[in-house]
């Protein structure tokens, strides 16, 4: 009976030993890059830019506002002791000038030439508007400024692109350094393995007599290089993926997730991009980066500036008209029960420098706007460009790779055989060994300049960028 329950306790732990040790499945690139969209800190930080630019355009706003403004006229010491209270508010125009409305009652004795003070006793109701008929017409610094902060919102999309490329650019090449320093460890483990498993060979011949001591010593000297190799090669590991846990991130606490070696994949299959997908892709990159955008959105900043500079130069021509409606029944019979007054008031500046020097630098700066964008543009096509040419380069230069490795290994399987026949020595063999590690250790190499020219013709024509970003700028 404690025969079989030990048995049932020690299948019971072994199949939960075994469950523990199963391999995870391999991490995939698109779940890191959902991570970054969703999760990475800085990505996230990069998206409040929009709020940021919300709150300024409501702050803006804030100028057109309703004012209520309220005044007391009073004389203590005077002939005609009395007293005027205001009550106004005040609505600015988003066509320009302004409205108000509100209540005057006047106490005590007034003079009666004093007509704007005084009132009938139960006071009288004021309707008012300014209007500028020339300068401040069309545009003024408030109407201007919530121009300007309407401009900054859509800023903040190329803001967030660029971020968003770059970010996504990172995690790319985070990944696929992980993956590559994967398969160095995996490379850098088998030559250790088959140099022990070789010491073991060696240690029965000298013990047979057959090869001189110092051979089996050699190939330990071996083992042990080799185990430093993989030394390193774990700390590398290690490295890249405390990199890649930056953009790998919790989906419910954004905390980093530290890939595990059981997740890792190999390199996707190369595939090579062809001329007239460059040509496509390197079109819609013009209107996908973000650099041509920004530059459009300075110049409409820079258009407003410039409207504003040129209504500055222009005169003051202002009409303001104020109606007067007494209230109640007992009105002094010098006074209007309706009243409306008119003003009319012209002013110029003399000189108009500021006017005339603003306007001059907005020009100017306008004209350095367009030099920028032409340059933009060309860069975008050239990065595209060099960046395919790259891509391409490290396609065949993989391809190259490949062929190395496989004859790296056919020589090294060939001298194996020959030592084992006692044919050859171990420093040949150990030298088809060592051709064949660099020949491994370059494919990596090569595999991960390919993928890596991926990222970064992918930030060149902007194959991440998110149709959120994009919708304002195709309209």
Not at 42 to 63: C, K, M, S, T
Not at 196 to 211: M, P, V
Not at 252 to 273: G, H, N, Y
């Amino acid at each position: 009976m404690k025969n079989k329950t030990f048995i049932r306790h020690f299948l019971t732990s072994a199949i939960a030993f075994a469950s523990s040790c199963a391999f995870a499945a391999p991490l995939a690139l698109d779940d890191v890059l959902q991570t970054v969209k969703t999760q990475y800190p800085p990505l996230l930080a990069a998206w409040l830019q929009q709020d940021i630019a919300n709150g300024r355009v409501r702050q803006a706003q804030g100028a057109f506002d309703p004012v209520v403004m309220a005044s007391l006229n009073f004389r203590p010491i005077d002939y005609y002791q009395g007293a005027t209270t205001n009550l106004l508010i005040d609505q600015p125009l988003l066509t320009g000038g302004s409205v108000y409305g509100g209540y005057r009652l006047s106490t005590g004795s007034l003079a009666s030439y004093d007509r704007k003070d005084r009132t009938s006793p139960e006071g009288e109701a004021i309707l008012g508007a300014r209007i500028p008929l020339l300068r401040d017409r069309s545009i003024d610094s408030r109407r201007a400024n919530i121009g300007k902060a309407g401009v900054d919102r859509e800023l903040a999309d190329p803001l967030i692109l660029r971020q968003y490329i770059n970010f996504h650019r990172a995690a790319r090449i985070a990944y696929y350094n992980w993956i590559a320093a994967g398969m160095r460890l995996t490379i850098a483990e088998n030559v250790l393995n088959i140099a022990k498993q070789r010491d073991e060979f060696l240690k029965s011949q000298a013990d047979a007599g057959a090869i001189a001591p110092i051979v089996l010593v050699d190939n330990r000297r071996l083992v042990v290089s080799r185990e430093i190799a993989v030394v390193n090669a774990t700390r590398r590991l290690d490295a890249t993926a405390i990199e890649l846990s930056l953009f790998h991130r919790n989906a419910k606490t954004t905390d980093p997730i530290l890939p595990k070696r059981s997740e890792l994949p190999i390199f996707p299959q190369p595939q090579a991009v062809d001329e007239l997908q460059l040509i496509s892709e390197r079109g819609r990159a013009i209107f996908r980066r973000p650099e041509i955008r920004e530059i459009d959105l300075l110049v409409s900043k820079g258009q407003i500036d410039k409207r504003l500079a040129e209504n500055n130069l222009m005169p003051n021509v202002d009409l303001s008209m104020e109606l007067n409606q007494a209230i109640g029944n007992g009105v002094p019979s010098d006074i209007e029960r309706t009243e409306l007054n008119g003003l009319l008031r012209f002013s110029v500046p003399i000189g108009r420098n500021e006017a005339k020097g603003r306007l001059a630098a907005i020009d100017a700066g306008i004209k350095q706007l367009a030099q920028r964008r032409q340059f933009a543009q060309d860069q975008i096509l050239a990065e595209s460009n060099n960046t395919f040419q790259e891509l391409q380069t490290a396609f065949e230069a993989l391809k190259q790779t490949k062929t190395n490795v496989e004859l790296a290994r056919q020589l090294e399987t060939a001298e194996s055989d020959r030592f084992k026949e006692g044919a050859s020595d171990l420093l040949s063999l150990q030298i088809r060994e060592q051709a064949r590690l660099e020949a491994e250790f370059l494919e990596v190499d090569a595999n991960l300049a390919y993928f890596r020219a991926l990222a970064d013709y992918n930030a060149a024509v902007a194959t991440d960028a998110p149709n959120q970003l994009l919708a304002k700028k195709e309209k």
